[in-house]
Nanobody, 116 residues
Framework: QVQLVESGGGLVQPGGSLRLSCAAS????????MTWYRQAPGKEREFVAT???????VYADSVKGRFTISRDNRENTVYLQMNSLKPEDTAVYYC??????????WGQGTQVTVSS
């Protein structure tokens, strides 16, 4: 069955770094666009970054220059390298896999807390 398993979240001080991973299984990973979203308490889920099957990347303005999304099609894994973290980056981060307009999978999320 399809699985997206996020890992790498945790507590980090402002200015610190974390690397999130999302391990995929149960579908042809290389054909899917992979996207990271986040949801802070009391707020709607928001787009963070995406990488297409052709490795084209797009970032939200709020993370541009600080976060880097990448993928390893041999390992069926997508990464989110997060640098210069701010308290406003605190959220649950979700991995999404999308193919066309109809196929859409979600992971269970991983908590990132940026606090001193």
């Amino acid at each position: 069955q399809v699985q997206l398993v996020e890992s790498g979240g945790g507590l980090v001080q402002p200015g610190g770094s974390l690397r999130l991973s999302c391990a995929a299984s149960g579908f042809t990973f290389s054909m899917y666009a992979m996207t990271w979203y986040r949801q802070a308490p009391g707020k709607e889920r928001e787009f963070v970054a995406t990488i297409t099957s052709g490795s084209v990347t797009v970032y939200a303005d709020s993370v541009k220059g600080r976060f880097t999304i990448s993928r390893d099609n041999r390992e069926n894994t997508v990464y989110l390298q997060m640098n210069s973290l701010k308290p406003e980056d605190t959220a649950v981060y979700y991995c999404n896999a999308k193919f066309g307009q109809r196929i859409n999978y979600w992971g269970q999320g991983t908590q990132v807390t940026v606090s001193s």
